[in-house]
């Protein structure tokens, strides 16, 4: 989720590159019954180095299901938390790959196949001409696919997140920084995720409802 123009954070996920997108076992990871469904646990930082510092620790802790959240984006942040990046970049280059090719085919049947014409007498695929044409299909082919991947990825459009549920989350786009484990990672055991999170120097540390 990145999203600067409309003042929203940043969020750096492990999982889903978005913004500038950091008890006893069992199925309720130590929660009693009866209570909300839990998305996570959430600590609260001053500045982006303590953050930074925690996530690190976090991932060498052998937890993976992670995000982090700041007023801007953070480059540590990402690396802190093992985030790569590596998808959009492909999917922009397939789409500029589909966009030159489909450009030039497109003048190549029309010119050749569908409505061939002898001009001056050159040869019907006179490819030197298709050239600016392929390159502005290519351009606008991965363009559209920088932005349409980028939504994907970040799950965009996303009125509701179970982070809006945390206290002071609101300060994120402001100077506070934040630090979520999730539920759903294969180490998450509520109460010793929260005697974790204690060690790390944050602000506040507190529960995510969904």
């Known amino acids: 989720m990145a999203e600067d123009d409309n003042n929203e954070p940043w969020e750096h996920d492990l999982e889903d590159p978005e913004p500038f997108h950091h008890e006893a076992s069992g199925s309720s990871h130590g929660r009693g019954r009866g209570t909300p469904a839990l998305y996570g646990v959430m600590a609260e930082f001053d500045n982006p180095s303590v953050l930074v510092a925690a996530a690190r620790r976090t991932y ?90 980028m939504l994907m990825l970040n799950k965009l459009p996303q009125p509701y997140h179970p982070v809006f549920n945390a206290p002071n989350f609101a300060l994120a786009t402001r100077d506070r920084f934040f630090l979520v484990i999730e539920a759903n990672d294969p180490k998450f055991i509520h109460r010793e995720v929260l005697q974790f999170m204690g060690t790390l120097g944050a602000r506040d540390v507190s529960d995510v409802e969904v």
Do not use: D, H
């Not at 802790?61 to 938390?81: C, D, F, M, V």
């Not at 589909?98 to 049947?109: E, H, S, T």
């Not at 007498?121 to 044409?133: E, H, L, R, T, V």
């Open 60 to 149: 060498q802790e052998g937890y993976r299901r992670i995000n982090g959240y700041s007023p801007y984006p953070i480059e540590e942040l990402s690396e802190a938390i093992g985030f790569k990046g590596m998808t959009l970049p492909l999917i922009v280059l397939i789409g500029g790959i589909v966009g030159g090719l489909g450009g030039f085919f497109m003048q190549y049947w029309m010119e050749v196949i569908n409505y061939p014409l002898n001009v001056g007498g050159k040869p019907y695929n006179s490819w030197p001409a298709f050239i600016p044409i392929t390159f502005e299909c290519t351009v606008l082919c991965a363009a559209f696919a920088a932005v349409l991947g």
